[in-house]
């Protein structure tokens, strides 16, 4: 696609239930972020995808999160029971990576607007 | 990875040019230094980047010393839809993982 897509766009579910965000990166980008934003915070870093390397885990702050992604293609960010105190944007990036010398620019979707009732 | 140390927020009047430094005094040489800017209810997108002494797009200048131990990310003649949140991020792009700090609030008055 043109750009990085996420679903859905606002979700709202009640404190206990399991939620499932997606995000589509764009097409033939390697690396793929997740990050959380809280209201009026900043970006704090979840979890990153480089191809078909394991995935940095380091920023997820509980078990209860966990993020999958397939090659170079989809990822789906998993919170289980889930608590008041994960409401947030989830923001998800991708990269194009091995620009050599170069930085290459993250491209981020729209968010997930989740809200824990 | 080169830690980036940003002021946490800044004011300005519309016309006025602001300035925003950021630290990174374990820059390696491979690394580029990049800005960011995020809109309220946006995800943050590229702004501009640099290498060394400055770079000039249509949005922005951005100043580094030889040293490239900090960048100052320079906005002209700021307008209230400057008010943003600004991000410094360093990194030779590649396989390496770039990961954004707290960020700059600028806050643009009338």
């Known amino acids: 696609g043109a750009g990085v897509s996420q679903s859905p766009s606002n979700k709202v579910t009640e404190k206990g239930k399991d939620v499932e965000l997606r995000c589509d990166p764009i097409?033939?980008?390697?690396?793929l972020y997740w990050y959380r934003q809280r209201l009026g915070q900043g970006l704090e870093f979840l979890i990153y995808?480089?191809?078909?390397?394991?995935?940095?885990k380091s920023g997820l702050p509980s078990d209860r999160f966990s993020a999958e992604r397939t090659g170079e293609s989809v990822s789906t960010l998993t919170i289980q029971r889930t608590q008041q105190e994960d409401s947030a944007v989830y923001l998800c990036?991708?990269?194009?990576?091995?620009?050599?010398?170069?930085?290459?620019?993250?491209?981020f979707g729209p968010g997930t607007r989740l809200t824990v009732l | 990875l080169a830690k980036t140390t940003q002021p946490i927020s800044m004011d300005s009047y519309e016309g006025q040019e602001v300035n925003i430094t950021c630290s990174h005094n374990?820059?390696?040489?491979?690394?580029?230094i990049t800005w960011y800017q995020q809109f309220p209810s946006q995800g943050p997108r590229f702004i501009i980047q640099?290498?060394?002494t400055k770079v000039t797009n249509e949005v922005a200048s951005l100043f580094i010393p030889a040293d490239r131990k900090s960048s100052t990310l320079s906005l002209p003649r700021v307008s209230l839809s400057d008010t943003a949140v600004y991000y410094c991020?360093?990194?030779?792009?590649?396989?390496?993982?770039?990961?954004f700090g707290t960020g700059t609030r600028l806050l643009v008055s009338p």
């Open positions: 991020l360093v990194g030779d792009g590649g396989f390496q993982k770039l990961v």
């Open positions: 097409s033939g980008h390697t690396a």
């Open positions: 374990n820059i390696a040489t491979n690394d580029y």
């Open positions: 995808f480089q191809g078909n390397s394991a995935p940095d």
């Open positions: 640099g290498y060394k």
């Open positions: 990036a991708s990269q194009y990576g091995g620009s050599g010398g170069l930085t290459d620019t993250q491209y």
